[in-house]
């Protein structure tokens, strides 16, 4: 715990949160924009597998992929699943520092509080160990099997959840520090 905090607060500033959402951001705005569409193109509609929060199962791994073809496979393996190897770790650090941050704004940085940073990494370790499942599925899709399916349906799932119960979090911590903000100011022009 000690050393969480000492990593989180030691890289909390501005500038470097600035640099880090801006490239975490560009890297994401890539992938739904060029390397997504640029693989969906072969998916006839489907959709990728690190697009589905909910998972899937074998049936719906071996639609996606036969509708893939080969083309479609090779581009999932050579275009999204390269930027998508990068994106993981800037999320979980841009993240995790910038909860950092609205923390220590609310002088809870020295608390259990700073456990809730770890929501973005466990999230990107999900990302990875999805994203290397799909690998080996590309790899394999001509001997998929239900197992394999399912552990990377599962990495899916957690990645979404842990995902999703972030933002949640971020929206509540950034929320309390604005009401605070906002009664100091009420405060302070009250007593003049």
């Given at each position: 715990m000690k050393q969480l905090r000492k990593l989180l607060n030691a890289n909390i500033s501005g500038r470097t949160l600035?640099?880090?959402?801006?490239?975490?951001?560009?890297?994401?705005?890539?992938?739904?924009?060029?390397?997504?569409?640029?693989?969906?193109?072969f998916a006839n509609g489907l959709k990728l597998l690190d697009m589905m929060p909910m998972?899937?199962?074998?049936?719906?791994?071996?639609?996606?992929?036969?509708?893939?073809?080969?083309?479609?496979?090779?581009?999932?393996?050579?275009?999204?699943?390269?930027?998508?190897?990068?994106?993981p770790l800037l999320f979980g650090l841009t993240y995790s520092f910038?909860?950092?941050y609205y923390i220590k704004k609310l002088n809870k940085h020295n608390s259990q509080y700073q456990l809730l940073c770890l929501l973005p990494i466990l999230a990107g370790i999900a990302?990875?160990?999805?994203?290397?499942?799909?690998?080996?599925?590309?790899?394999?899709?001509?001997?998929?099997?239900?197992?394999?399916?399912?552990?990377t349906s599962f990495f899916s799932v957690v990645k979404s959840v842990s995902?999703?119960?972030?933002?949640?979090?971020?929206?509540?911590?950034i929320g309390i520090v604005a009401r605070i903000s906002l009664i100091n100011k009420k405060s302070t022009f009250l007593s003049r």
């Open positions: 600035l640099v880090l959402f801006l490239g975490t951001n560009a890297i994401f705005l890539y992938m739904l924009t060029i390397s997504i569409p640029h693989t969906m193109r998972g899937y199962d074998l049936s719906y791994v071996t639609r996606l992929f036969n509708a893939l073809g080969t083309a479609g496979r090779d581009s999932y393996l050579t275009t999204q699943l390269p930027i998508d190897m990068v994106y910038l909860l950092a990302d990875y160990l999805e994203n290397i499942g799909i690998i080996l599925l590309l790899q394999n899709s001509s001997n998929l099997t239900a197992t394999a399916v399912k552990v995902t999703t119960v972030f933002f949640i979090v971020l929206i509540i911590v």
